[in-house]
């Protein structure tokens, strides 16, 4: 398995397209549930086959990812061979807590003084959907290109050295 096995509660959603992948692999409703009963663990790995086929689909989509913490913001452009990062880490004495406050640019211009800014490029040393996925496991949000457009175009408001 590339990925991980689709929760209950994310296959729910995601009927229809299960259903479209059995048919295409010329498994009726009928062979469906007997296949459940009979041989659980052949349902099993379809339902692994078909897990993984959704997350490299929305790997490939994934273009921005946000990771947040009480004193750093890390935003990531998901590039075809290239990931960057551009990172905002706060002193740790610093009062700023980023999982608490969600309007984060005020914050950031009000303290800019406490801001060190993390900038690093580089290659994939996965395939670039399962970096993408390793990330969003270890706590990534996918998110749209405004946080690194904005962290990225006004780094010169905070003030701050670049690390």
Known sequence: MKYRRLTNEE????????????VANTITADDWTKMKERR??????????????????SMKKVEYLMYIQPKQIIVYRCGPDIIDMLGLVFDSDSDIDFTKNSNWFDELKNNHKDIDIVRKQKHYADAREIEVFKLIESGCRITDDVFYKTFNHHTDLFGTRVA
């Open 11 to 22: 296959l729910i959603p995601l009927e229809k397209k299960f259903i479209q992948f059995l």
């Open 40 to 57: 659980p663990q052949q349902a099993l790995g379809l339902i692994d086959i078909f897990s993984d086929l959704i997350f490299e689909e």
